[in-house]
């Protein structure tokens, strides 16, 4: 596990595995130039989504707290897959907020995150002393605002990789978190979203991609504005092609590895399912 600075008010983690991250955000009166030591004093925490090995979720809170941040008051996911719940083990007495359109998935589909999970651990003998329970969550309204402390995040509308999900803004530090898109590691997933979905968040993001200082992807690491446009330019073309030649498009230079292009395969598999098949 990686853990890193973005910002004062921003503190990224990165799971050793699948390299998923994990980021947690202060908002308070302090932000925006107030010394250290009053940053530290006052202020709110969220952590949003979450690292996947077991010893990464135990080591989490007193990671979050060794970084000075005040004791998080609660937990947000990008959407529903597995991978992004895992706060609930590290946090179990925190609040889970997610898109409108993710509490309705996960409302829809109980115990699936759960057994999700289950054969991940399978898959790569790994034993969890604590098992996931999602609960309740609190569902917010995207696009909207969301409070942390006397600051405000904001959210956008982000689906497309899946049927739900959000992006967050983080003004004040201007980094945008932006669940499982534009990773310079992964080609766009389409398998469980919508290609013409996937497109509409891209350009959906572009001009906070353009104001951002730090962009996060679900997975692999941060990138400044001038990388994490040309990723996201990368993966409009590819969706675009995908829908016009399917097996045939092009992949991302760098993002051709034989599980790229499995992951390519589904791809191709799910737009034609969807009677988006490419044009003769």
Do not use: K
């Not at 979050?64 to 706060?87: C, I, K, M, N, Y």
């Not at 995150?113 to 609960?135: I, K």
């Not at 941060?222 to 990368?234: F, S, Y």
């Amino acid at each position: 596990m990686r853990a890193i600075a973005l910002h004062p008010d921003v503190l990224l983690v990165t799971s050793a595995l699948l390299q998923v991250n994990c980021t947690t955000v202060r908002g308070s009166p302090a932000t925006g130039g107030a010394p250290q030591a009053a940053r530290e004093a006052v202020g709110e925490a969220f952590v949003v989504d979450s690292p996947v090995l077991p010893e990464e979720l135990e080591l989490l809170p007193s990671l979050v707290e060794q970084s000075r941040f005040p004791p998080p008051g609660g937990l947000l996911a990008t959407h529903g897959d597995w991978d992004h719940l895992l706060g609930r083990i590290a946090f179990p007495q925190l609040p889970l907020g997610c898109a409108e359109s993710t509490a309705a998935r996960l409302a829809a589909e109980p115990g699936a995150a759960q057994r999700e999970l289950r054969s991940f651990d399978e898959g790569l003998y790994l034993d969890r002393a604590r098992r996931l329970a999602v609960g309740s969550v609190q569902a917010l309204p995207v696009p909207g605002r969301c409070g942390i402390g006397e600051a405000e995040l904001e959210l956008h509308p982000a689906e497309g990789h899946t049927s739900d999900g959000m992006a967050i803004w983080v003004p004040w530090a201007r980094v945008l978190i932006a669940g499982d898109y534009l990773s310079p590691l992964e080609i766009p997933a389409l398998e469980g979203g919508d290609a013409a979905a996937y497109l509409a968040t891209l350009e959906r993001l572009l001009p906070l991609v353009g104001a951002a200082e730090r962009v996060v992807p679900g997975h692999g690491p941060a990138m400044d504005a001038t990388r994490a446009l040309a990723v996201l330019e990368e993966d409009l073309a590819y969706v675009r092609a995908l829908r016009e030649r399917g097996d045939a498009a092009e992949l991302p230079d760098g993002r051709r590895s034989r599980q790229q292009r499995r992951l390519h395969a589904a791809n191709v598999a799910a737009v034609a399912e969807r009677g988006l098949r490419p044009r003769s």
